[in-house]
T-cell receptor, first 115, second 113 residues
Framework: KAGVTQTPRYLIKTRGQQVTLSCSPISGHRSVSWYQQTPGQGLQFLFEYFSETQRNKGNFPGRFSGRQFSNSRSEMNVSTLELGDSALYLC??????????????FGAGSRLTVL | GQQLNQSPQSMFIQEGEDVSMNCTSSSIFNTWLWYKQDPGEGPVLLIALYKAGELTSNGRLTAQFGITRKDSFLNISASIPSDVGIYFCAGHRTGGGADGLTFGKGTHLIIQP
């Protein structure tokens, strides 16, 4: 059974550019969550999508957005990149809307470097 | 926002030693989770706790959900080299305003030869 797949694994952008990251959840999983991981702030919740709808959102500026497609695949977008956006972006999927009771399975992440 | 205080930040131990780490919070959580992250990988779930006072084991790992619902600990017995990595606690609240998992800053476990 394939795990959570994130692409690209590594990318380098410059300030002001925008980036789109992709996540394919485990087959059958309908919920996708996104987290940002940095050395200073650790792992922080960005948002969760279930059935193509954003269910929860963390405390990030509007430059961070996402969407989910009918096949449960998800993308997140960061516009007008800043140096502080350099991070490992992790996607996680679960069977249903994440209520704590469902297991979250994480992908290996997309490492973004902003120069 | 909510914060989880995870300690210690790092541990240097000898192979075969037992390890203990904990997380505390100023807020109540309904679920406590413990994850391990290896370099270049995403976090992997080790143990999930759903009830205050619950004590759960997974092989050499044992975790407990604090009775106040504001803390949790993880013990690893008889450590082996593959235990090296970063361990994260995470808490989750259900109900209105649910905002995903709140993670601790991690405990970096290093095993000395």
């Amino acid at each position: 059974k394939a795990g959570v797949t994130q692409t690209p694994r590594y990318l380098i952008k410059t300030r002001g550019q925008q980036v789109t990251l992709s996540c394919s959840p485990i087959s059958g999983h309908r919920s996708v969550s996104w987290y940002q991981q940095t050395p200073g702030q650790g792992l922080q919740f960005l948002f969760e999508y279930f059935s193509e709808t954003q269910r929860n959102k963390g405390n990030f500026p509007g430059r961070f957005s996402g969407r989910q497609f009918s096949n449960s695949r998800s993308e997140m977008n960061v516009s007008t990149l800043e140096l502080g956006d350099s991070a490992l972006y992790l996607c996680a999927s679960s069977l249903g809307w994440f209520s704590g009771a469902n297991v979250l399975t994480f992908g290996a992440g997309s490492r973004l470097t902003v120069l | 926002g909510q914060q989880l205080n995870q300690s210690p930040q790092s541990m240097f131990i000898q192979e075969g030693e037992d390890v203990s780490m904990n997380c505390t919070s100023s807020s109540i959580f309904n679920t406590w989770l413990w994850y391990k992250q290896d370099p270049g990988e995403g976090p992997v779930l080790l143990i999930a706790l759903y009830k205050a006072g619950e004590l759960t084991s997974n092989g050499r790992l044992t975790a407990q959900f604090g009775i106040t619902r504001k803390d949790s600990f993880l013990n690893i017995s008889a450590s082996i080299p593959s235990d090296v990595g970063i361990y994260f606690c995470a808490g989750h609240r259900t109900g209105g305003g649910a905002d995903g998992l709140t993670f601790g800053k991690g405990t970096h476990l290093i095993i000395q030869p």
